[in-house]
């Protein structure tokens, strides 16, 4: 990593924290929640912050992260230093709460921010992609269905896992689909110990390529 290289970020990151592109539709004010540098060798992609992570401004910073952190076998000092994790949702601020719980990530952000993000990524060794709107970036050919792409998590392993949200929303999807924690943890805890003991895997096979491509409208 050069001087160049974390001086490029830095700045990318205040630009990003000081958006306001998608202002007028945020009930709840603009507050970004991302966590990135550029020797990160894990990149978590999400969904969108709730109103915990929105009031806090730490990414995963209620019981949805303390299961993400669970998944991973990471305590709170790896899974927060963002030279081993980058955390990208695909909308950074909390997008208010619809009638069926929290409104999806703002169409707005993917498109003004996270090609440039990804970019500054360059020592990914894994990515999950967590919930559909992820997928939908990162793995459009995963499967019709969050299930069905987690269920063919073998296709792009192990440089990247398409996960279920960890939300205790999805506690009944957990419970009919046991497969998860039987198969799909354990291996994911294994290559996540794999990537943080010795700084990265095949990095010729990660999903920065198709997120670079693929445009979200
Ligand atoms: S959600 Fe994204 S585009 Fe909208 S204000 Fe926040 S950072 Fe900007």
Redesign the pocket.
């Known amino acids: 990593m050069t001087a160049r290289t974390t001086q490029t970020t830095d700045q990318l990151l205040r630009e990003?924290?000081a958006?306001?592109?998608?202002?007028a539709?945020?009930t709840h004010g603009?507050?970004?929640v991302l966590q990135l540098h550029p020797d990160a060798r894990i990149l978590i992609a999400g969904q969108?912050p709730g109103r915990a992570v929105h009031s806090s401004g730490v990414p995963f910073d209620d019981p949805s992260g303390d299961r993400l952190r669970d998944w991973l076998g990471l305590d709170k000092a790896a899974f927060y230093d963002p030279r081993q994790v980058a955390i990208l949702p695909m909308?950074?601020?909390y997008?208010g709460t619809g009638k069926s719980g929290d409104l999806p990530?703002?169409l707005?952000?993917?498109p003004?921010?996270r090609a440039q993000l990804l970019a500054q990524l360059k020592q990914v060794a894994l990515t999950l992609v967590i919930g559909q709107y992820a997928l939908a970036y990162h793995l459009p050919d995963a499967g019709a269905s969050v299930t069905d792409a987690v269920q063919n998590w073998r296709m792009h392993w192990p440089a990247v896992l398409p996960l279920p949200h960890p939300s205790p929303r999805n506690n009944i999807w957990l419970k009919r689909n046991p497969w998860f924690g039987a198969d799909v943890l354990p291996a994911l805890r294994q290559r996540v110990a794999e990537v943080m003991a010795t700084g990265g895997g095949d990095l010729t096979r990660t999903a920065e390529p198709v997120a670079a491509r693929r445009t979200v409208t």
């Open positions: 990003v924290r958006c306001t592109i998608c202002a539709h945020l603009p507050r970004p969108t909308g950074f601020c997008p990530p703002r707005e952000c993917a003004a921010w």
